[in-house]
Every structure is written in C-alpha cells, then in structure tokens.
C-alpha cells in the first residue's frame, strides 16, 4: 500500500525528514508496502470481532447511554528504538522516584516547602493535598506504586513529558491486549521482529503490589467501583491476569481496624487492596458520605497500618497540572540530578504576569484544567473558534488559579491506517512505571493516536484510538 | 476551670439495625489550653483507636447485633488553663486550612459579602457580628448536610452553619481557617453546649471566632476535635444497614467540677 508521508515540520515515527526509513523501522516499512489495502481491511475486521468478543470496551461519561464502546484499535505498530528506550527508561525512574520522594516529604517533614521551592500555599491549599495522609507511616515510603507518565515527542525528535498519573493510572489492559491482537494478526511479523516481550507487566504488577506490604506473604485485592465504572473491563483483566480476587466495597469489611473479605470458608485478612477508585469515595466516614462505593472504616484501618492502599491516598497532590512545573526541581532537589526527560514549558496562570501572557498569545496556546483529566476542559487556541476564546478568556479571568498554559506541541506522527488509507496521525505515549523493592517497568506503554486527521487529542473519550507499541531490542533490522 | 462534661447521645431505630459502624470524635486531647483530668467514652459496641490526620482522637465503634437503640456516652473533668492559642499545635501549615470544601464552598453572594472583611481580628470580628445578624440562630431548620451557601440563602441555623459560613467568607479572602467542635460553658440555661466555631489563622496565631456567642476567645470552649469542616470534626459520623428511620437525641450537661448537676 502506498504510505502517505508526514506533513513538513512534523516528526514523523517512521520516515526521517528526508522521507528515508528511521533505523529499525525497516522491516515494519516493507511490511506495510507489500500488504494491500484489502489485506489489511479484513484483519481490521477480524480484530474489531475479536475485541467484542473479549468485552473489551469502555463507557465514555457524559454521553446519553452511557454505552460500552470499542476503543478504535489501529494495526499499524508505532516504533521505539532500543536506544530511545534506555534513555526513557532512566528518565522514567528518575522521575517516578522523585515523585514519591515529595509525596513523603509533603506528608511528613515539608523540607521543599521550607527550602523555598514550592510554597507553601501550592501544596497544602490544593484541593488534592489528604491531610489525613498525616504522618502516616507506608511501607518503604511509596506512594505511588503504580504510575502512568504521560509522553508525546516533539518535533525535535525530543520525548517531553506531558502529565503524570499517580491516581490510578489506566490503560495497561489495552497496552497487554494489543499486543496479543498482533501477534495473533500477524505471527509473521513477530518471527522476524526483535520486538520487547510486554505480557510479564501483570507478573511485576503483583510482586509490586506484594511488595507493599512488609508481610511475607500478603493478600493482595482489586478493588473496583463495579461494572459501571469506565475502566472496569481492565479491573476484572488485571485481577484474572494476577490470579486475586476482584472486589466491590460491599465484599470487604473492617473490624477492629482490620479488614476482611467475605469468602465462602469465612473472612479472610486482606493486607493490600490496588483500589481502582478515588480518595473520596474509599471510606463515606471519612469522605464522601454519599459514596456507597467504598468501605465503612477502611480509613481507620489504613491510618492504624494495618492495610495498604495502591496508590495511596493524596497522591493526586503530585499529578496536579499546578504541581507539574516543579517537577524538575523535585528531582534536582531530592536526588541531586539533572532531570533526564524534559518537561513542556508551562505559564502558571495564578501567576499575574504569566496570566497576562496567556491572555496576549490565547490563539496559539493550550489551556488546561489545572484539575482537569480526559482531554475535558481544555482550549487548543489555533483549533478554537472566536467564542471559545471569548469563553476561556473569561474563565481566565475569573479563576485563573484553576488553569495552566502551553505551547501548541506539535504531537509526532506515526502512519495508521484510516479511511483514506495508510496517512500519518498524532499520537503519544503512556508507559506504566511500578514502584516496589525497586523500580520497574515493561518495555513500552500504551500509545494513544488521534483518528482524526490534524487531530492532537488522543483520548479515548474523545475519539481517540490505540496501537501496539514497539520497543526494539535491536536496532538493526 | 475546672469543668464536668456529660454528653448523651441516644440514636433509635423503628426496626433493628443489622449493623452499624461509627467513627466517634468524643474524646478531647490534652493542649496547651486545656488539661483532660478524666475522661470516659461508654459505647454499646466493640471499640478501636486511632487518631487521624488532624490529630484528632478517633474511637471506632462497631455493633454487628440487631439493635434498635445506641446510646453514647462521654463524661469526664477538663481544666481550662486561660492560656491563648498559639501556632503550634497544629500538624500542618496553616495554608491547609485556606482550601474549600464542598460544605464551604462560597457562593457569589458569600463572595460579595467577604470582599467587604480583611484579614484582622478587628475586620473579622465586625463579620461575625453581621453573619449572626444575617443568618438568624434557630435550631431544627437545618441540617448536617447542609452548605454555607445554603444557610447563607435560607438565613437561619445553627452554630454550625454560621461556623461554616464565617469559614466560607474567610477562605474567600484568603485567610486560613478551621472548624472546630466540642462544648461550651454558658451560664444561660438554654443554650446548647455541644457547639461549633472557627478558629482563623492571622499572621502569627491561631484567633478563635464564636459566631453564635459572638466571642473571641475561648475562655469557655472545651475542644473536642478540628477540621476543613463539619465532616472532618463532626462528633459522630456512621453507616448502618437496616433500621428504618432514625431518631437522634442529644443531652449534654458543662457544669462547673464540684456542683451538683
């Protein structure tokens, strides 16, 4: 099939600026010249039947039905090198262990709030910030055991880190199915591609979550809000694939600070709970006392160390868009390094002469929801029209500590194939990174791409897709 | 001053109560403003400890037998020392305190209210008079759940609504402050003693605001518990299956250590 090329100025995944193929994309280039269009139509078919069937979907909020829908699935494999790959590894590590590192410090002794880094009112006035989190004492200091960094590549050819995901991270059942969807598409392809193995993700995710309990040989749960919820399909996956029990708050209870699961031979302790719901909702004593989601007590036990919760409770307080420009000096501050992977340069609107700055350049900005997630609540200024200026130039002014601003990235392009056939689309990057005796993590991530031609939103809620993606273990094919 | 606290609290249900679990802030700590010389927490069920994230002592109880009544009880002797807040005994930074909640959050007409207060005691002191102006105190008209919004429209309320509406107003205008419940010596007979009020961070020193009593400082308030809002100090909050409706009521005595009851 015939590939359309990337626009000029766009880094494009596969071909270079000179349109010559990229070291390792090779194999995937001859590929995708000597497949036809009908080849590829018909495994796309075979793939949506195979997805349905599996249940793998997702609910979008906000939408009438509440509907389960397929997230697009693309064929066309985006591309890592194996040297692109160590460098965001150890940016990775760094960055996730810094973020824990804060995370203890602001919920014990402040020291970078008293070193002057961050002030004071930034962490502790944010509405994520759990003052029940209070001196409370965790397993190994981690917070964040689970995390999903955010990364789009420039097109400097840079990865620049876009947003961190410390609530609970989701996405790494699409990362694992889509790797499965291609290998039983295209076993071919595997045969002769040094393509980074994904599926031991769930092995890791369990020594992870046993590894935040000091108990030998703890009891470990997935706790989800139920069948409603968005991302249950990979609640349920992730459970199966560990081999735990999947539970709703109704299943646990909590006696003298302890809690247990309703099993058929009686209760059974249960030392760590991966709790795919919010802060607010774990415990109606303690937070939402509407929530009929999570369980009665619970907080009282966490507090007491008598059970852990992955990820912990106030880790939204890091992932926070207000909190993200500090990142940086976390690492510097914590581990005395430079930081390895790049941040995307951010106007803090609460600041006056960066707010005027945003109001003067709206047009060719992005403007974010401080508290927001999704792809909602946010302006893309060249793709806006005249009143949705007008719009968030108003909300700018009436509460501009809630947003934050920057600049129009230009997303990198990978080819996908798309109603007009094989043309180049923008996507990003979400590996899982895992915090427990150590640092680990599988080769790779969830890549997002947006279908929509020129689009930059990946998000699956809005029209977003997916693909698998390719970390090479050798450069040279 | 010495002074001996007793406080009922007596919850019947039209139909047992399968179970119930309950997170009890009834027992006061020891600070520099008051000295806990005995004090005793009587509860039907199974208790465990702990204290949260405000420092606060927690008892939680569980009864997983059919009940159709709970009845709680709190006694014991605190001494007010006279001494003034200071800044210490807090676990945080203050600016934890400047963030609203959903109990708190200011409305536009709170908004336009505050803009008219500064961050000083004199400035807020004249804001306390004009919310216990505004909001007119009248028990049983509203409720726990209820908003600083919603209080500020209807009002009315009680020394929990007026708390929550001073603590609406001062966040607004970007002074911290905390919500704190317990009991009040008043020698008038019949004013509640289980009671709410504020206390506002300015500058250098926590200042208590008693909107209902319109008093700034706590010579008579002994300090059950502390938080954002009514949630986080309330002194009772459970959940429990069963039970039909519930019917609560509260007795609660501060007399001074030595007289007769």
Redesign the interface.
Known sequence: MQIQTAPEGLYDELFDGDNRVRPGCRLLKQWLTESDESLLAEKRREADVLFQRLGITFNVYGEDQGADRLIPFDLIPRVISAADWQKLQSGLRQRVQALNRFLFDIYHD?DI?RAGVIS??Q?????Q????????KLPRNLYAHIAGIDLIRHNDGDFYVLEDNLRCPSGVSYMLENRRMMMRLFPELFARAPVAPVDHYPNLLGETLRAASLKPDPTVVVLTPGRFNSAYFEHAFLARQMGIELVEGADLF????HVYMKTTVGPQQVDVIYRRLDDDFID???GN?DSMLGV??LY?AY??GNVVLANAMGTGVADDKSIYPYVPDMIRFYLGEEPILRNVPTWQCRKPEDLSYVLDNLASLVVKETQGAGGYGMLIGPRASKEELSHFRDLLKTRPDNYIAQPTLSLSTCPTFVEAGIAPRHLDLRPFVLSGKKIQMVPGGLTRVALKEGSLVVNSSQGGGTKDTWVLEDDQC | MKLHIRHDTIYRYDTPTQNSLQYLRLTPRNTPQQKVLSWELTTPGETSHMTDGFGNQVTVMTMDKPVSEITLTAEGVVDLTGKPLTRDDSPFPPQVFLRSTPLTEADADIRAFACQFSANKRSLVRMMNRILERIRFTPGVTSVTHTAAEAFTQGEGVCQDHTHIFIACCRHIGIPVRYVSGYIHTFSEDHLVTHAWAEAWLGHNWHTFDVVNLLNVAESHIKLATGLDYRDAAPVRGVRSGGGTEHLQTRAWVTMAGENQ
Do not use: D, H, T
């Open positions: 402040f709030v004071a009112e962490v502790f006035a944010n509405p910030y759990q003052p029940g989190m209070q001196k409370l909590v006696r003298q600070n109606p004593l303690s006392p009665p007590g009282a507090r007491s």
